[in-house]
């Protein structure tokens, strides 16, 4: 009897990247090297709904630096499903999607602690609790979470990285220079282009 085909674990990091930053990268390596995913896909939001929309870069500037960000990295991908799909995102409907495109995937959903503390405002939170694999990883000032006692949810020891895209932005507007936060290319693009100019 033949052995069902092996699904390539698949880690789904979603997120704004309002730029991405080197600690995205970090925190995406270490996944790669210390769990059991094969690949991890950067899955862009163009508008997250626990978020405000009025502080997002534009979707072609944030899709842009990320493409910059992993291009020539073994392992990862950018993800650009929710751009075609109705917005806001909502992340049961892009599980749901990627899992029907690419069957032969097994997803698993990347978060940091400070999104498992709030995930029963995610909608329809209980669906992927019930059918998604959960990988948290630390962040600052999230002591811990009910959702941890789920069977899919895995706390994973990566390093803690305080970098925020938010401090960043603020940076170059201030016109400060935040240079080792942002990957070379990222860094290099946003100078060039004026992507966030100074105030």
Not at 25 to 51: G, M
Not at 67 to 96: I, N
Not at 117 to 127: G, P
Request: net charge neutral; charged share 30%.
């Amino acid at each position: 009897m033949d052995q069902p085909e092996q699904k390539t674990r698949t880690g789904l990091f979603p997120g704004s990247f309002n730029p991405v930053h080197i600690g995205h990268l970090i925190i995406a390596h270490h996944l790669l090297q210390y769990t059991d995913l094969e690949e991890i896909w950067f899955v862009i939001s163009p508008h997250n709904p626990l978020k405000n929309s009025t502080e997002l870069l534009p979707e072609k500037t944030r899709l842009e630096l990320l493409k910059m960000a992993v291009e020539d990295q073994p392992g990862f991908s950018v993800c650009e499903r929710e751009r075609s799909m109705e917005r806001p995102s909502y992340t049961y409907k892009t599980l749901d999607v990627l899992k029907n495109e690419f069957p032969e995937r097994d997803f698993v959903l990347i978060i940091g602690s400070d999104n498992l503390e709030v995930f029963d405002q995610w909608k329809a939170y209980k669906k992927i609790l019930a059918e998604t694999d959960i990988y948290v990883y630390p962040r600052k000032g999230s002591p811990g979470s009910i959702f941890y006692n789920e069977q899919r949810v895995k706390a994973v020891e990566a390093p803690l990285v305080e970098i925020s895209s938010t401090f960043i932005r603020e940076a170059f507007r201030k016109g400060l220079d935040p240079r080792y936060l942002l990957p070379e290319r990222v860094y290099r693009q946003i100078i060039a282009k004026q992507y966030i100019p100074k105030v």
